[in-house]
């Protein structure tokens, strides 16, 4: 199989996420797979498909750092993006990849791992979708269905900016920031970190391109975008800049939150799943489920799967065998894949909101 890939070195933060989408949107069944590589030429804050906004990001601190604060449509966490990150992205036509998220993640992480341990780093996989060195995490991985596309994303870390990670991120405290900050220290690790020096960008590339045609089996051919895809990641950029998908999330929990009555409560609640953090934001009305908003890094296919589970519990009495019950069959009815998430973890984090009188 002929696996193009398109190489488009530095590129504006918004259009480094805008060239696989745009790609993604406009392949065809038929057409040939394509790897794409990209490092962000100036900073920004990139948040998961699942996630509100308001929960995950310090956004009074990204506007005052003119820092974009720009939705994927891939699962996962908010993160610090910058140039010394070079993302990948495997964009296959949905026929020829996987159909199981777990089976995306084991079809495309080896030539990953056995790039870092070509150039002397120590990874591992570690499941759902992360990448470790003795412990400490170097990468993770999501992925996503766009278009007629499966795709999955990941990057080589060359450096990090944990201090301007911290930051980013909307914490309880500033003490909270600060042990945020220094556990990401101890946490996280890079490839400078790892060899004692940056890797020349070519180097890192042209080791992961040797792996991608041995691992996958794919004659690896260096190519340029069409008109078409150039066509779609323009569309895409005007896209992922439009503040109603920006906020899309935010906005559905403020039309919840417009009237609240004697017996009706709006609240929030969480519950870290293997598969990712749930966060639930609750309107209850008499022990009942009277609207309800999922939210967090997980990763689920169909792209709507969680919002059509929040819409199917509407009416559900706040009770855990009624909640697991009906999250289940909706699951099964609409063959929801999220890796790491039972129909308990559901129920767990919409009981996490349950309001109760003080005594």
Known sequence: MRLRVIDFGQQPAVRSQAVYHGIA???????????????????????????????????????????PIIRRHVGGGAVYLDHNQMFFHFIYPSSKAPRIVSDIYKKFIDPVINTYQDLGVNATFRPVNDIHVDGRKIGGTGAASIGNATVMVGSFMFDFDTATMARCLKVPSEKFRDKLRAGMEDYITTLSRELGEMPARETVRDAFLKRVASDLAVEVEMSEPTAEETAAIEEQIAELTDPE??????????????????????????????????????????????????????????????????????GQPLEEEALRSAAAACMQEIGLDAPGIEANDIATAILACVHREPH
């Open 245 to 314: 998908w920006t906020y899309r999330k935010g906005r559905k929990f403020v039309e919840m939150g417009v009237k609240i009555a004697a017996g009706t409560h709006l609240t929030e609640g969480a519950h870290k799943a293997p598969g990712g953090l749930i966060r639930a934001q609750l309107m209850e009305k008499d022990d009942h489920i009277a609207d309800l908003l999922l939210s967090g890094d997980f990763t689920v296919f169909p792209e709507d799967g969680m919002d059509r589970i929040a819409d199917a519990l509407h």
């Open 25 to 67: 949107e406009a392949m065809g069944k038929d057409d040939d797979p394509v790897l794409t590589l990209v490092n962000p030429d100036d900073p920004y804050v990139c948040v998961g498909l699942h996630q509100e906004i308001a929960l995950e990001a310090d956004e009074d601190f990204c506007k005052e750092q003119n820092l």
